[in-house]
């Protein structure tokens, strides 16, 4: 069993660590967890079971800016994404099928339905707002993959959610930001609706990882292949498996050569 640790504090870390392991060892699900007065400023979260994607990208690693042309996604990228396991994303499309988590949905339409992102661990904190709206087509993996025939239904989406989330939670439009990243954390497309006042956005909102909603609808109103013809640059590290092959085909040089 592997964990993912973030903490915004490291004062205290080590305590509370101590007291989570065994829990976790000898326990099948963790009920509760006392934690230490000495620990308090410490702010955790906890993937468990975490695979090696949550692994790699929660550790400490070297990255590389990556320009990817049309020509590096159709010989590289796409072949890495085709062979991915679907095992990999059951859970997304056990979601989609209503098979689990189906009382959580806040809002849905034809083209996708918005649930709270895990990350939004209280969601009576609302400076914390943090939503993920899956898309119902499976064959949709990433922006690679939008083109002008998901216009219409991208907006009837974005105007949807934000309708949601004004009635849920009194946030504005402008108050809410919309990206998709590239690359995505899992290959099926998803967008987050997170406030701007979130504060575990990170990296996640950096250039080279975002793209926002607006400018994605922006560039397929003016060219319904925009993506697919279009140069895109991003970030990817060294324990990603798609460093190797990027490595691999020449596009990127391993540190040390």
């Given at each position: 069993m592997e964990l993912v640790l973030e903490c915004s504090w490291i004062k205290g870390l080590v305590r509370l660590f101590l007291q989570l392991l065994p829990l976790v060892l000898t326990n099948k699900h963790l009920i509760s967890l006392q934690v230490p007065v000495q620990a308090n400023p410490v702010e955790m979260m906890v993937i468990c079971p975490a695979n090696d994607v949550d692994v790699a990208k929660y550790s400490e690693q070297r990255r590389s800016l990556v320009r990817e042309t049309?020509?590096?996604?159709?010989?590289?990228?796409?072949?890495?994404?085709?062979?991915?396991?679907?095992?990999?994303?059951?859970?997304?499309?056990?979601?989609?099928?209503?098979?689990q988590e189906a009382d959580k949905i806040l809002y849905e339409d034809d083209f996708g339905m918005l649930l709270p992102d895990t990350k939004w661990t209280d969601e009576d904190d609302l400076r914390s707002m943090h939503t993920l709206a899956l898309l119902k087509d499976t064959a949709v993996r990433s922006v690679r993959d939008l083109t002008g025939a998901h216009l219409q239904p991208l907006k009837q989406l974005r105007a949807g959610v934000y309708a949601e989330l004004l009635r849920r939670y009194s946030l504005r439009p402008d108050q809410?930001?919309?990206?998709?990243?590239?690359?995505?954390?899992?290959?099926?497309?998803?967008?987050?609706?997170?406030?701007?006042?979130?504060?575990?956005?990170?990296?996640?909102?950096?250039?080279?990882?975002?793209?926002?909603?607006?400018?994605?609808?922006?560039?397929?109103?003016r060219d319904a292949s925009h993506f697919q013809t279009s140069s895109i640059t991003y970030v990817v590290g060294e324990r990603d498996d798609l460093y190797a092959r990027l490595v691999q085909a020449g596009v990127l040089v391993p540190e040390g050569v």
């Open positions: 049309p020509s590096v996604y159709a010989s590289v990228t796409l072949p890495f994404v085709q062979a991915l396991p679907e095992a990999q994303t059951a859970w997304v499309r056990a979601i989609l099928s209503k098979d809410v930001r919309a990206y998709v990243h590239y690359l995505p954390s899992f290959w099926m497309a998803h967008i987050h609706f997170a406030a701007l006042t979130c504060p575990r956005l990170g990296m996640s909102t950096c250039t080279g990882k975002a793209i926002l909603l607006d400018d994605i609808i922006d560039a397929l109103e």
